[in-house]
């Protein structure tokens, strides 16, 4: 889904949870090549200028969610969490942090931790998850990028969240260095990760009707 397109959604859904017009959701999704620009963003930290961008099929956007520069495209399972606050941020992040690092050790690639500064999921000194969240009202918009089977040369047209000093891992990369098979597909790790975060986050999975054709969107 193009990442335009789905913030809009997110925000259709928390004004109608604010509204108390609808239930907490989580989107899992995948996106089509896209930079970002949070809340603290430098332009600086996008290396590549717009013209290459636009020959590479990468676009360009602004956003509300928090901190720097970071990429999306295929390979990377999206989680976003439209919920409405039960204690703290931290917390919250900290949760999802754990369900996401849950699913790494069941598919072969433990040791996974949560930081609160740089925020994000990582593995050793390398980042496997990142997270910006917006809050309106304590309800929750944007959330992590789970780096499924991201490709690794993406990261080179930016400074990934304004951290020149760390790297990026992916899940695949990390299997790969344990001699394991390739990482199941983000189609794949989205259920495993939709349980885990029920499972974290004390919530029951409910069947919904599907708001677009490309998202799968168990409501909790």
Do not use: N
């Not at 949560?114 to 999921?121: E, H, I, S, V």
């Not at 394991?180 to 029951?204: N, W």
């Amino acid at each position: 889904m193009p990442y335009g397109e789905a913030r809009a959604l997110q925000e259709r859904r928390r004004d109608a949870v604010i509204a108390g017009a609808a239930s907490d959701h989580l989107y899992l999704l995948e996106h089509d090549p896209v930079i970002t620009l949070g809340r603290a963003a430098r332009r600086a930290h996008v290396l590549v200028g717009d013209d290459e961008l636009a020959r590479r099929g990468v676009a360009l956007e602004r956003t509300t969610r928090g901190g720097d520069v970071t990429y999306h495209g295929p390979g990377q399972l999206m989680i976003y969490p439209v919920m409405r606050l039960r204690g703290g941020v931290v917390a919250f992040l900290a949760d999802i942090a754990e369900a996401l690092a849950e699913v790494a050790g069941d598919l072969g690639v433990p040791g996974a931790r949560w930081r609160r500064d740089p925020a994000g999921l990582w593995l050793g000194d390398e980042k496997l998850a990142a997270c910006g969240l917006h809050i309106r009202r304590r309800v929750t918009a944007h959330g992590f990028a789970f780096d499924v089977a991201t490709p690794p040369e993406v990261w080179r047209a930016i400074v990934p969240c304004g951290l020149s000093t760390s790297s990026q891992i992916s899940l695949d990369a990390a299997r790969r260095e344990r001699d394991l098979p390739p990482a199941p597909s983000v189609a794949e790790v989205a259920p495993r990760v939709a349980a885990a975060v029920a499972r974290r986050l004390d919530r029951v999975p409910e069947p919904a009707a599907a708001a677009h054709a490309a998202a799968a969107e168990p409501s909790l």
